[in-house]
């Protein structure tokens, strides 16, 4: 239980075009989702924070306009990089938590991270 | 706020030996404590945890965890370790006040287990 899928694995774009990334939880309703960035060797670096049916918190130093955040149901969480440049390339991992059981609300369960790449 | 500290980047061991991997943590309120381990290219996967009872946790692949309240530590442990354990591990922290989203991870240590 708590599994948390995350798609595209792996996305290759051209600078200025837009890319979507879909974070869900499998088996269980995510009240609230997580959407952060790790670079190579580093720990992970939260962007935002988003609840079901709520704008997202956004992070300081995270352009809203740009990684725009999307948590339209219980087991769904979009994350957009709008005009993607080449320094935007990095590893994206959604995290999501939610009600239910102590297992559930407790806990962030990550999802396996989406690999995007700006040419 | 919290913090997390991982002092150590990297943590070689033999296999068969025990492992620890040291984590220690700085909370205003009362915390709950998280180990996740990252496999390459892949999410963090949740190990254990520590809300509440027992300050020895059991968790997921034989690893376990000790929470030392006067030590502020939450050190990862396991008695014998395998090649297949060699990952990233990372340590982390939250506020246990109600509604508190903001969980805050330590650097992270790779650990390497040498056949």
């Known amino acids: ?119 | 706020a919290q913090s997390v500290a991982q002092p150590e980047d990297q943590v070689n061991v033999a296999e068969g030996n025990p492992l620890t991997v040291k984590c220690t943590y700085s909370v205003s309120g009362n915390p709950y404590l998280f180990w996740y381990v990252q496999y390459p290219n892949r999410g963090l996967q949740f190990l254990l945890k520590y809300i509440t009872g027992d300050n020895l946790v059991k968790g997921s692949y034989g690893f376990e965890a000790e929470f030392n309240k006067s030590q502020t530590s939450f050190h990862l442990k396991k008695p014998s370790a395998l090649v297949s354990d060699s990952a990233l591990y990372f340590c982390a922290v939250r506020d246990r006040r109600r509604n508190n989203n903001d969980m805050r991870f330590g650097a992270g240590t790779r650990l390497t287990v040498k056949p």
């Open chain 1, 1 to 119: 239980g708590a599994v948390v899928s995350q798609h595209p694995s792996r996305v290759i774009c051209k600078s200025g075009t837009s890319v979507k990334i879909e974070c869900r939880s499998l088996d269980f309703q995510a009240t609230t989702m997580f959407w952060y960035r790790q670079f190579p060797k580093k720990s992970l670096m939260l962007m935002a924070t988003s609840n079901e049916g709520s704008k997202a918190t956004y992070e300081q130093g995270v352009e809203k306009d740009k990684f725009l955040i999307n948590h339209a149901s219980l087991t769904l969480s979009t994350l957009t990089v709008t005009s993607a440049h080449p320094e935007d390339s990095s590893f994206y991992i959604c995290s999501a938590r939610g009600g239910g059981t102590m297992k559930t609300t407790d806990t962030q369960y990550f999802g396996p991270g989406t690999r995007l790449t700006v040419l």
